[in-house]
């Protein structure tokens, strides 16, 4: 009798936690935590970015831009970029409660083919932070046809610049949460060609959007 008390009290204390537990959703398009929810600000927009002292003038109004695009899709505003002020700690992304926007003058060779990274930081479906990292050591980055900047590395200073308003616009998709998504045109493909201007979102980004925005 006892024995199969004990049972029942581990079958109720185990459907209780079942019933307690988030329900999975959809994907849409976003990074999900480990019980299937979708990862996203919620309605903690804008997200306020800082841009490090170290990108130059000229790469602002690109990333004001990307931010835009972002934002007419939304219907709303999901980013409040700060540009009255620059971040001047040290380029050293880490969990810190504070979004910047780096650009980095090093980089891992056994990753120099990545262009950018978001480290985005959450709790439960909650995103918390988020930085993103310009890989300026390896690419060298243009806007409207003209040159910003030529990659730090010397064997790389010959290699075709990158638009950085594409660039900042897919490393904004991974700050609002989105993963990438190879095909249709996406934004949010891994890779940017040299030379590739996309900055328009696709119909697959818009309607993942829709999903959290």
Known sequence: ???????ALVLITVISIQACAPKSQEDC????NVYGERVSWKSDV?????IHAQIPDS????????????????GRKLFNIVT???????INPHKDGVNVIYLMSSWED??????GRTSVYWIGDLIKEADIRLNAADFGF???????TRAAKADR???????????VLHEMGHVLGLKHKDGSGSVMATYLAAGDDRVILAGVDQSALQCEY
């Open 29 to 32: 398009g976003f990074v999900q």
């Open 84 to 90: 009255s002020t620059r971040y001047t700690g040290p």
């Open 46 to 50: 804008p997200v306020t970015m800082y």
């Open 142 to 148: 243009y806007w409207n046809g003209q040159t910003l």
């Open 110 to 115: 056994n990753r120099a083919s990545e262009q």
């Open 59 to 74: 790469m602002v109004p690109a990333i004001v831009r990307a931010a835009d695009t972002w934002e007419k899709t939304a």
């Open 1 to 7: 009798m006892l024995k199969w008390l004990g049972t």
């Open 157 to 167: 200073q010959g290699s075709a610049p990158v638009n950085i308003e594409a660039l």
